[in-house]
C-alpha cells in the first residue's frame, strides 16, 4: 500500500536536535520525541517504513527567516526525491508577493503556519493579503490547529480565514483542534469545502480515542490525510498505529494513506 506522511518537521543538522526538545517543552507531550529532525534521519526512517513521500516544512519564527527557511526546504527536497516542499510566511513578512512568486516558480505549492511558535494569531489582518495571493494563484495552507492554553489557533480563527477565502484549500492540522477534542467546536469547520484535515498528533497522544472518532466522523472522508508529525512521533510507528484504526464507515485505509493528499496535491503525480 502507498503511503504518503504529509506532516513533517525538518531543522538543520546543527540546530535540530535543540528545536525538536523545544516543540516537547512548549506542549508539554507525554514522552521524549522519537526522532530530532534531521533530514538524513527522516529519509532513513521513510525508507525502513516503507512510505513514498513526505510533506516536510518549517516554521519562520521571525518575518527576516522567511526566505532562508524556504531556500532551505527546497535544496533539501531537490536533494530528496522522497520530500515534497511546503514554504512557510510570517505575519510581519512584507516581501510576500515576490516569496509567493519565488515558491511557485520552484515547484512550492503549500504554506505553513504555526502561530504558537511564530507569535501571531491565525486570522492576523496582516496574514489576509498572503491568504488572497495564496488562492489566486491556487496554493494550499497548512496550519498547526489547536492549544488550549492559548487563543491564537484553532476552529474560531481558521473559521474566518476560510470562508473569507472559499478556493483557499486550507489543511486543519491535528484533526482541527489539538488538545480540544470537543465535537462542537470542530463541527462548524468540518461543513465548509475548502477544509481538510491529518490524523497527526492525535490518535497517539491520548488514550480515549472516542473523541477523536467522533470528530473523524465529522470530515468528508475525502479531506482526511496521513501525517506523522515527524521528530515528535515516529513515521514508521504512526503508519502501524493508523492502519489499526477501526476506521468508520465511508472512511478507506488507502484513501487516508496515500489517495486523498495525492488528488489534493494536483501539481504532480505522486
Not at 521513510?46 to 527546497?74: C, K, M, W
Amino acid at each position: 500500500m502507498r503511503v504518503i506522511d504529509m506532516h513533517t518537521h525538518i531543522f538543520p543538522d546543527k540546530v535540530a536536535r535543540k528545536a525538536t526538545l523545544n516543540v516537547v517543552d512548549y506542549f508539554g507531550l507525554p514522552e521524549p520525541p522519537n526522532h530530532f529532525g534531521t533530514v538524513d534521519e527522516l529519509t532513513a526512517v521513510l525508507d525502513d517504513a516503507g512510505i513514498d513521500y513526505a510533506v516536510v516544512f518549517s516554521a519562520a519564527t521571525t518575518p527576516h527567516q522567511v526566505e532562508g527557511v524556504n531556500r532551505y526546504i527546497l535544496e533539501e527536497t531537490r536533494l530528496h526525491r522522497k520530500l515534497i516542499p511546503c514554504g512557510t510566511l510570517h505575519a510581519g513578512y512584507e516581501g510576500y508577493k515576490d516569496e509567493l512568486r519565488w515558491m511557485r516558480e520552484h515547484g512550492i505549492f503549500g504554506v505553513k503556519i504555526h502561530p504558537e511558535f511564530q507569535h501571531f494569531v491565525l486570522d492576523d489582518e496582516r496574514l489576509f493579503p498572503m491568504f488572497e495571493e495564496m488562492e489566486r494563484n491556487d496554493m494550499f495552507l497548512i496550519a498547526h490547529m489547536g492549544d488550549p492554553r492559548v487563543n491564537v489557533s484553532g476552529p474560531r480563527r481558521l473559521l474566518p480565514v476560510a470562508r473569507t477565502f472559499p478556493r483557499l484549500r486550507c489543511v486543519a492540522a491535528h484533526l482541527g483542534n489539538w488538545g480540544d477534542w470537543d465535537v462542537e467546536k470542530v463541527r462548524p469547520m468540518t461543513k465548509l469545502e475548502n477544509i481538510y484535515t491529518d490524523i497527526s498528533s492525535s490518535f497517539s497522544y491520548v488514550t480515549d480515542h472516542g473523541p477523536l472518532y467522533e470528530i473523524l466522523r465529522e470530515y468528508d472522508p475525502s479531506h482526511v490525510f496521513f501525517g506523522s508529525d515527524y521528530p515528535i512521533w515516529c513515521p514508521k510507528k504512526e503508519l502501524k498505529k493508523a492502519m489499526a484504526l477501526h476506521l468508520p464507515d465511508g472512511f478507506r485505509l488507502e484513501d487516508i494513506l496515500f489517495n486523498n493528499f495525492a488528488r489534493f496535491y494536483h501539481y504532480r503525480d505522486l
